[in-house]
Structure formats: structure tokens, C-alpha cells
């Protein structure tokens, strides 16, 4: 199977990025992740995380699964989902 990485600059929620992220998604069916590793740290991780999703499904029309791995601490088991679903996923989402 061809992958592909997509490499977007600030502003990959804008309205003006809705079209290209619709291109990259109608090529990657299958699990869709947004994964929190790169804002974890931020008290308002959850909120960003939310808005991700909603960002994703209300612009883009594409459902995305969220995936916490915010810390290096967490436990084996934590840590064994995200990788795992990371996986699966036949693209994620991490800005």
C-alpha cells in the first residue's frame, strides 16, 4: 500500500485548508486519528483536542477518533492502545 505524508505549515485548520485535507481523506479510508502527543502539555489539550474532531467533521465532512498520548509517564497499557491505534489508522493527525 502507498503512504503519504503531508507536511502543512500554521494554519492547517483554516478555512482555506478545507479543500486539501478533503483531497488527503477521500485517498486514506479507513481509521482516521487526531493524536494530542504534539499540544498535550497545554491545560487546554482537551478543548484543542475537541475542536480538532469538530473542525474535522463539521469543515471537512470526515469523522476522526481522538488519540491521548500526552506524557511519557503514562502506563504500558495507555501507551500500547494509542501506538496501537496509531496503527490502524490509515491517517492521523498531529498539530
Known amino acids: 500500500m502507498a503512504r503519504q505524508i503531508v507536511v502543512m505549515g500554521s494554519g492547517e ?18 481509521p482516521r486519528v487526531v493524536l494530542d502527543t504534539p499540544f ?23 469523522e476522526v477518533d481522538p488519540v491521548q498520548l500526552r506524557r511519557a509517564d503514562q502506563s504500558p497499557a495507555t501507551v500500547g492502545e494509542a501506538i496501537s491505534a496509531v496503527g490502524r489508522a490509515s491517517w492521523v493527525f498531529a498539530g
Open 40 to 62: 498535550g502539555f497545554q491545560e487546554n489539550a482537551d478543548i484543542l483536542t475537541g475542536r480538532l474532531v469538530d473542525y474535522f467533521r463539521e469543515s471537512v465532512g470526515a
Open 13 to 30: 485548520t483554516s478555512p482555506t485548508m478545507v479543500t486539501p485535507h478533503q483531497r488527503v481523506l477521500a485517498a486514506s479510508p479507513g
